[in-house]
């Protein structure tokens, strides 16, 4: 069963973010079936983006634009221990972020930003809620002899 998602984004002001971001996210069918935190919208303009990041089930984050609020949000976002998406406009990482974007995701002729975000909204949504959680990862088994 499909759960509703409750979805951060997380992105630097410097960016056209309305046009960019907010309108695919907005006009994506898949998208809109979750609580979506935009957070230069007016719902969640005023909140203070910290207990956004701790309420969200997961995290979308766009960095090709560096900014002190977007490091910050970052920082937050990685001691969460939340699932995060990075990626990127431009398909690049500034070298200023690095440290905090272990790796993007990368948008290609046949798959976008909108198409990024809505398979990664579509897997963390058909997980239960025990397996969001549960951050253990399983590489193999060990066979009885």
Not at 79 to 88: D, E, F, L, R, T
Not at 91 to 109: A, G
Request: one cysteine or more; proline letters at 4%; hydrophobic letters at 35%.
């Amino acid at each position: 069963m499909k759960r509703r998602l409750k979805v951060y984004f997380i992105h630097s002001s410097k960016i056209d973010y309305n046009n960019l971001l907010y309108r695919p996210i907005l006009a994506s069918s898949v998208c809109i079936k979750h609580e979506l935190m935009l957070p230069q919208s007016k719902n969640y303009q005023d909140k203070y983006i910290k207990d956004l990041i701790d309420k969200a089930d997961i995290i979308i984050a766009e960095v090709s634009e560096p900014s002190f609020g977007l490091k910050l949000e970052l920082r937050w976002a990685l001691k969460s221990g939340k699932p995060v998406k990075y990626i990127s406009l431009n398909n690049e990482v500034p070298k200023k972020l690095t440290k905090l974007v272990p790796e993007i995701e990368h948008t290609r002729n046949d798959k976008s930003i909108i198409n990024i975000i809505e398979d990664y909204i579509e897997y963390y949504a058909s997980m239960s809620t025990s397996d969001l959680t549960n951050t253990t990862i399983v590489l193999g088994e060990v066979e009885d002899k």
